[in-house]
């Protein structure tokens, strides 16, 4: 008898476990749609929503002059590829959230631009290519963007558009060419400011009411500029077209405009336009890269305007900016690589900086390191 009572007992359980799970999967297949697994119960039950972070961290590669025009456009049609240039560190220039570089040639259909001509513009297609290299944002205050007037200016900024690709320094007129450009990744928020040296183009190259043109150097401009989006950026980065050609050390001017931009509250200055790779300073804590070099250009008729650097920014909420340094060395007239042990040494020498007393260096990368 006693085991007869605890058979029955066992059966009522089972009885109701079954009628509990049936009335939840009916309950819960009206409204969600599926059918509870008595094995998994409690582990559904329990499961709790996942919670996705933001990523705290956001990455730049900065570049220096791109130069798509002359020599660089030859090669282009020789090999009937626009993506020619971009092709030995298109994996690294992919492997950052976005980059950045000084575009030294507008984009316009035209005629040839043949070798020693010193005035540029590069074929319409490539800022795809420029794109596809994860460039988002580009300088374009320079001495050569103007090169066909306002329809060349027009063009290339329209073209870019087409891309997503954003620019700076240069516009329909003043207001628009000294307008910052702001970009934000992983609710970061970046603001760059472009300008251009008026000590290395024609006068009638700047901006004007009612012209097009680019954004010239101007320590006021560029101080009202900065307290305007200081409070609404997590990171104001400064990029000045300016400098000796080939000269590895800074100028005055360069070096006046740079710290001026950090007193008013900048967080990095990127330069560009002496073809060589000058010297790195840290100022007030915060980091000066006078000149990049050459990224792609035809000047290969001198070690120094082969080489260029790649510096690869790690940005973080708290304020913090690492870097690593990459490097380059240009062949055939258009085509930067990796430079090896030997020649890295040689173009790290020339920026005259001690990283090792550096906490936020990262590492050098050469040839041999990729490999």
């Not at 005035?119 to 001495?143: T, W, Y």
């Not at 970046?190 to 700047?206: A, G, R």
């Not at 020498?349 to 090792?356: G, H, V």
Request: with cysteine; net charge neutral; proline share 4%.
């Amino acid at each position: 008898m006693k085991n007869f009572k605890q058979i029955i007992f066992f059966i009522i359980i089972a009885i109701s476990i079954i009628f509990c799970i049936f009335y939840l999967s009916k309950k819960n297949s009206k409204s969600e749609n599926f059918i509870i697994d008595p094995l998994n119960l409690i582990e559904k039950i329990s499961v709790k929503p996942k919670i996705e972070e933001t990523p705290k961290q956001v990455s730049m590669i900065a570049v220096g002059d791109i130069m798509l025009s002359r020599g660089v456009a030859s090669k282009i049609k020789k090999y009937k590829n626009f993506d020619y240039p971009f092709l030995n560190l298109k994996e690294i220039l992919k492997s950052t959230n976005f980059n950045f570089a000084n575009l030294e040639s507008p984009i316009i259909a035209g005629r040839a631009i043949n070798t020693g001509q010193m005035i540029f513009r590069a074929d319409p297609g490539i800022e795809k290519n420029l794109r596809e290299s994860n460039f988002q944002i580009l300088s374009l205050a320079n001495n050569h963007i103007p090169n066909f007037g306002d329809q060349g200016i027009k063009n290339t900024i329209e073209l870019l558009n087409n891309e997503n690709i954003l620019s700076c320094g240069a516009g329909e007129n003043e207001i628009i060419a000294y307008t910052p450009t702001h970009i934000e990744i992983n609710k970061i928020k970046f603001t760059f400011l472009c300008f251009n040296d008026s000590d290395v183009v024609p006068l009638n190259y700047k901006a004007g009411v009612t012209n097009y043109g680019t954004a010239f150097m101007d320590i006021k401009k560029l101080q009202e500029s900065i307290k305007i989006v200081r409070e609404n950026s997590d990171f104001v980065i400064v990029s000045m077209h300016s400098g000796t050609e080939y000269v590895n050390d800074p100028n005055k001017r360069q070096i006046e405009f740079a710290h001026s931009a950090i007193d008013a509250g900048a967080d990095l200055i990127m330069g560009h336009h002496p073809h060589v790779v000058q010297t790195i300073e840290k100022y007030q804590d915060k980091y000066i890269f006078y000149s990049l070099g050459n990224f792609i250009f035809d000047q290969m008729w001198s070690q120094e305007t082969k080489e260029g650097l790649i510096v690869k920014f790690i940005f973080e909420k708290n304020k913090n900016i690492q870097f690593l340094i990459i490097p380059t060395i240009i062949e055939d007239y258009s085509q930067p690589r990796f430079a090896n042990e030997k020649e890295s040494a040689k173009i790290l020498k020339r920026l005259k900086y001690d990283t090792s007393k550096d906490l936020n260096f990262l590492e050098y990368i050469n040839e041999k390191k990729v490999d």
